[in-house]
């Protein structure tokens, strides 16, 4: 949904086109400036700089989700070799601070 009731964006949205926003302003800049740098490249490392902090299976689910699109479970065990337990409780960390959206 796109507005709610009064009219107003809902805060997902808002969230969303703020990213884009941020993005896209960095772009602009650094293109100016005379770098090369794409909205994708740009977003990549503003990921980059937001998941340093985190511990290392939740930036390598990050990556396989970034490099993959769309992964399951045994995605993750392949790729870590982490438990099953283990990994459900960083796919929901990271759920829970909104680097996914379910």
Not at 68 to 93: C, H
């Amino acid at each position: 949904m796109i507005k709610n009731k009064i009219g107003h964006l809902t805060p997902e949205l808002l969230k969303i086109l703020r990213r884009i926003a941020t993005i896209e302003s960095i772009g602009a800049s650094t293109r100016i400036e005379g770098s090369k740098l794409s909205d994708r490249e740009i977003e990549k490392l503003l990921l980059r700089l937001k998941t340093d902090s985190l511990p290392r299976l939740a930036s390598d689910i990050i990556q396989l989700v970034q490099n993959k699109g769309k992964i399951t479970i045994n995605d993750v065990i392949q790729a870590t070799n982490a438990p099953r337990s283990t990994i459900k409780k960083y796919l929901g960390m990271l759920v829970d601070q909104k680097y996914f959206i379910v």
